[in-house]
């Protein structure tokens, strides 16, 4: 079956717009997941869904970022008056459940480059 | 909180060498502990996972013994290829961190023919 796809791939945009990525978890998966990986470095957890239970937030790194997700399907993070620091790729990530042995498929990612 | 720490690279092999990239962790009570692998160009996938100490988690010809008292899940294939070129990934899931990956910092494999 389809795995989790992200869009847009690539988007370039200026200091202080507003960004959209979205991302389609594989489908019947529980739980959604996004995290941000910078230049170099390892992967940082930003927000985890749940089914109906409230979001975990507490990576997101500042009240620039937001995140929804409609019932058990698409989810979209957002970024508010983007920052140069926010380059990176973030990624999104479906499990059957939150639960601590299932496996996460990660989609390829969107890299975002804040000029 | 939970922390992995992964042995810096990045590290450079002839192919058919052995390898080990080195994996140490902190967490209460009983993380599953992952490998990830990352092709260039390529999304993330799991290479391989172990759920409770002393399982060995096994794929690709890579094994990874998940060590409670060493606390340590350290990666090895006992001889590498040019297609294993890749940045490597240790990770948890568990402890005070339920349902959320906590990554390692990374280790770039590049292999020699």
């Known amino acids: 079956g389809a795995g989790v796809s992200q869009s847009p791939s690539n988007k370039v945009t200026e200091k202080g717009k507003d960004v959209e990525l979205r991302c389609d978890p594989i489908?019947?998966?529980?739980?959604l997941y996004w995290y941000r990986q910078r230049l170099g470095q390892g992967l940082e957890f930003l927000i985890y869904f749940q089914g109906n239970s409230a979001p975990d937030k507490s990576g997101l790194p500042s009240d620039r970022f937001s995140a929804e997700r409609t019932g058990e399907s698409v989810s979209t993070l957002t970024i508010q008056r983007t920052q140069q620091e926010d380059s990176a790729v973030y990624l999104c990530a479906s499990s059957g459940s939150g639960g601590a042995s299932y496996e996460q498929y990660f989609g390829p990612g969107t890299r975002l480059t804040v000029t | 909180g939970n922390s992995v720490t992964q042995m810096e690279g990045p590290v450079t092999l002839s192919e058919e060498a052995f390898l080990t990239i080195n994996c140490t962790y902190t967490?209460?009570?009983?993380?599953?502990l992952f490998w990830y692998v990352q092709y260039p160009g390529e999304g993330l996938q799991l290479l391989l996972k172990?759920?409770?100490?002393?399982d060995k988690g096994s794929n690709k010809g890579f094994e990874a013994t998940y060590r409670k008292e060493t606390t340590s899940f350290h990666l090895e294939k006992g001889s590498v290829q040019v297609s294993d070129s890749a940045v490597y990934f240790c990770?948890?899931?568990?402890?005070?961190?339920?349902?959320?990956?906590?990554f390692g910092q990374g280790t770039i494999l590049t292999v020699h023919p």
């Open positions: 172990a759920t409770k100490a002393d």
């Open positions: 990770a948890l899931l568990g402890g005070t961190s339920y349902g959320k990956l906590t």
């Open positions: 967490a209460t009570g009983y993380p599953s």
């Open positions: 489908s019947g998966h529980t739980a």
